[in-house]
């Protein structure tokens, strides 16, 4: 998996999301996450757990990720929240390959498209999910927050649509697909004219006002939506 697309490439680009959409929010990932954010934020800030969930609550509604409110505000290092949180997640005892999802990617035609990922996670999660998914043959690479790099640039700002474009070679703005299950992500994707997909899973409120064109409550819809990125 390589960062840097190759030029001369005109075929359009698959985004996808990683978290919560190659794996199901019914991992509970999410909380696990949640509990070693809260334990960050008690130890790095000195704050009571109840401080410490109200602040991290906070920073996610206003920049989307807990990092970008520890990096904007106390100069936390945020490989050091990294390698607190996200490598700490417990990952191998919860996901495992999923012959199912495998199947769909590899009845994407990459003739005709390019299935790239794109997370606000840090490179070492995202290569890791895939790897535990048992698909991290079947993308030609990843765009992520790159921690190392201040000021963060991550979803759903348009400066990372942009960097997700230029990494992946998009061969424009309109020939670009997403896949998320993030609201947000999908509402500035698609202003920008993604083709976006919100992922909506059974059991999870739809939104009263659609996120994007698309809205599905499983991958599997995909084949649906776009036969012209699938095998025959
Ligand atoms: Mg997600």
């Known amino acids: ?31 696990e996450m949640q509990k070693l954010i ?12 109840e401080d410490a969930h109200m602040l991290h609550q906070k920073y996610y509604k206003e920049y989307g990720l807990a990092i970008e409110g520890l990096t904007r505000h106390h100069k936390i290092d945020p490989l050091e929240f990294n390698y607190e949180v996200d490598d700490a997640l417990p990952l191998e005892r919860i996901l495992e390959p999923n012959p ?15 299935p790239w ?26 765009t992520f927050c790159d921690y190392a790099q201040l000021p963060l ?26 896949v998320d299950d993030s609201y947000l ?13 919100h992922l909506v899973e059974p059991g999870v409120e739809i939104p009263r006002i659609p996120a994007s064109k698309y809205l599905v409550s499983s991958l599997e819809e995909l084949r649906v939506h776009f036969p012209e990125v699938f095998k025959a």
């Open 1 to 31: 998996m390589t960062t840097n697309g190759t030029s001369g490439d005109s075929r359009p680009v698959f985004f996808f999301d990683i978290d919560n959409c190659l794996y199901s929010k019914k991992c509970n990932i999410h909380d």
């Open 185 to 197: 992500n999908c509402k500035h994707a698609a202003a920008r004219g993604w083709a976006t997909v």
């Open 153 to 178: 640039v991550c979803k759903p700002s348009q400066d990372m649509y942009a960097k997700a474009e230029k990494e992946a070679a998009a061969p424009s703005t309109e020939s670009c697909y997403f």
């Open 38 to 49: 809260n334990k960050f934020f008690c130890k790095h800030l000195d704050l009571t757990p």
């Open 117 to 142: 990922l794109l997370t606000n996670a840090y490179v070492n999660h995202a290569k890791k999910v895939v790897k535990l998914l048992g698909i991290e043959d079947l993308f030609e690479g990843v």
């Open 100 to 114: 199912k999802l495998r199947e769909l990617l590899q009845a994407l035609d990459t003739s005709k498209v390019k």
